[in-house]
């Protein structure tokens, strides 16, 4: 064969099977063969979605009576739970203190069973239908609300389903999954659960994966395969899941002990939490998925007699979407035990023949390292920079999924290209000017920390020594050793995501063995065939995972992915390099150029514009203890409209000058007060008792749609609390690492976040030491803001996770 035909073949299997990964990752078209009423389904998005809906708010109560209504049409026995929660996590401690008076949808479906049977039987399908204060919230939750609808509707007219179904609608989840705790910890009916299907969004498009399970999850996965149409789900997502931070209501189902099953969509990060998840935004195809997804696990679930019917967790990955395989954690240790083996042994027979040897795969270990060396120092570099620059890494969220592209194919490049080098031998050029060039780049991304050029220094020695070294570096067979190394690592630590390691590496080493047994003279086309058929397996499993892993959590880590992605491309090696076939290491700089163009293109192109609007934050705050109003920005930009409205008056400062117990950089303008109603602590009682001060208190607002925040001095002698008669842990520390990143409180208050305060107030009693005065901050918070606040332009939204377009309104009560 030709060197261009090679270079061909191999550069179009490659491109082809990374467009086919990236498909799967996208919803596929709606089903035609599906019960569901798409349009109706829009239509319920569109009315929940049409503006922002934070628990608490006027226009969430307005949902909350069209969800009720609807399900009441149905005939359905349909309830409000009113009630108050105070936060607390079932693993992690030290959350933020986080009161919130929800409202939770319940409308219930009876089984044959007959209602509230005792046991465990009754399934629970979940969704909330609060949003986030500044987002219509159509992907999040509204999407799973009108799914949740939908599917009531189809049941509701179709037979009675074996096991009773209860459509919970939570409220708050958004605040700290405040409905679900309130719940299933508080509501009776909660004891009967034996199955919750939750699902979620954090994006507006990308196909729906189920991401999470509980324990024994065997039962489940079955169910899913027997009932969900194009289905993904893969135990490497659970794996990696689980050891993170994140949470969903599934968090609080999951820590009462009840199983369930947990899906969400990804992609589209840029809408998550933002002014443009709206119903023109959301993927037609994306609420289609996920309906499906609804309709069908819950049509399935409720039918099942028998649940729990299969024990132990399986491992479980998708082929391609709707294809799942699945197998027991055994076998996968068996398969990858198998697979290991079968590497020892041809590592050792080709030693004995001589094709392998110790020093040039000694050597090759070192050249991969420096080429991760390198890679990882290029795009640690960038990332940095692009988080320090204006707007952060906002802009590259606006761009989906292209960035992944662009930093693929400088990887490519640069990895075909400084391997063809590394064969040829490092000379001087190669061994210092990489240095130097990825030093400059440091300095010029303005880091300075020390270990930011550590990387780029390692390289000069790791060179040195491997152009001193005889035997030439031999990186296939390094790379196929490195990723053993890794296969074992995750079958010991995490045995079902053991298979994106097990089966490409069974792949390449079955290609090995066929490729020996080809005889060695007139067999050209069939080794290259044969290197084409095993690079598959790698190539079909390995793109879209790496395209999820970015869309849901690589996208401040592409220096990790493409590390990653250089390791799976020296795994199929002689793939690969054909793609450079015959052009001695240049076709591999020409695709490291253009990767590099790319990425410049990427990292600097994109402006804001209506579609991807920047995020700016504009507030409203009044000081009822001074008498003063301000208008407070922490993202004015010379020259901007933010800029020109906050004017020459305005001055840069802390926010804590103005609102002690917060700490942020802001520019600052005051500004004539405008009329207002603050909420007000009154004193029921104030007494001692056994030499503790016991005072018993009213908190009551007339503003609507707010989050009122009390902050105590943490040195105030605070011994107990409780409101509504609901005890509040009193740990006396700093409140840290708070679910939602408003302005952050300096460390010694003690902040309460409150939300959802009923018209009618609440009752609080705080226990002290005696004879200490008790001074309390009450921050409350209500969006919109006073006359006179500017239009946006059309590129700019309320910044997510602030208290843009709020008025925020701060005054200290003082307790003698
Ligand atoms: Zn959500």
Known sequence: MAHWQKSLISAALLLVMLVFGYRQTLAPEV????????????????????????????????????????????????????????????????????????????????????????????????????????????????????????????????????????????????????????????????????LVLNFEARGSYGASNMFETSRDNAWLIDGLIESTPDLLASSLSYEIYRRMPNDTDMSISKGEGIPGLNFAFVAGLFDYHAMTDSVENLDVNTLAHQANYVLATTQYFASLDDWQSAKGEPTYFNLWRGTLVSYSQGLA???????????????????RAGTVAWGSTGTGVLGVFIIFLMIFSLFETLIAYQQKADAGIMR????????????????????????????????????????????????????????????????????????KRISRPDLWTAAIWIWGLLTVLVLYFATNASYIFVWPLASVLLGIAVQRSLPGTNGGATRFVSLLVFSFIPLLLLPPIYILFYLALGLGLPQVLMILCALSLLLIWPLIRSIGSGTDGKAGLLIFIAGLVMTVVVVFGRGFDTRHPRGEELFYAIDVDQQKGFWVSSDARPGSWLDEFMGDGATSAN????????????????????????ATLTVDSDHLSNGTREISMHLQTTTTGEYINLLFPTDAGITAAAVNGFPVRVDGSPQTGSSESTTPPTESWWRWRWYGLPEEGADIVIKLEAGRPLPVKIVEVSYGMPGGAPARPVNSMSKPYSWSDSTVIFQTIMLE
């Open 31 to 194: 089903r035609s063969d599906s019960d569901l009423d798409y349009s109706a389904l829009k239509q319920h998005v569109a009315v929940i979605a049409e503006k922002p809906h934070p628990m608490g708010s006027a226009a969430n109560r307005e949902n909350r009576d069209y969800i009720v209504a609807y399900f009441e049409s149905l005939g359905l026995e349909t309830e409000v739970q009113k009630t108050t929660v105070v936060y607390r996590h079932p693993t992690r401690q030290n959350h933020a203190t986080v009161i919130g008076n929800v409202e939770n949808i319940i409308a219930r479906l009876p089984g044959r069973s007959g209602g509230g049977a005792d046991g465990a039987n009754d399934l629970v399908l979940m969704g909330h239908y609060d949003s986030k204060p500044l987002t219509p919230g159509a992907g999040d939750d509204a999407s799973t609300t009108a799914a949740i609808m939908e599917t009531a509707r189809i049941m509701a007219a179709g037979p009675a389903p074996s096991h009773d179904v209860i459509f919970l609608i939570t409220d708050g989840e958004e605040r700290g999954l405040l409905g679900a705790q309130g719940f299933f910890r508080q509501h009776p009916a909660a004891k009967h659960v034996g």
């Open 333 to 351: 240790v068996v398969f990858g035990l198998l697979v290991l083996l079968l590497g020892v042994w041809l590592f050792a027979s080709a030693l």
């Open 396 to 467: 590259l969220t606006s761009l989906g999924e292209w960035p992944f592209l662009a930093y693929f194919m400088t990887t490519l490049g640069f990895t075909l290209w400084f391997a063809n080098r590394l064969k040829q031998g490092l000379n001087k050029v190669d061994i210092f000017v990489p240095t130097l060039v990825l030093v400059l780049l440091n300095l010029l991304a303005g880091r300075d920390s020390a270990i930011a050029f550590v990387p780029p220094l390692l390289l000069i020695p790791l060179k040195v020594i491997v152009s």
């Open 655 to 678: 926010i804590t000058r103005i609102m002690p117990g917060y700490d942020q950089d802001v520019l600052i303008r005051e500004s004539a007060l405008p009329v207002y109603k603050a």
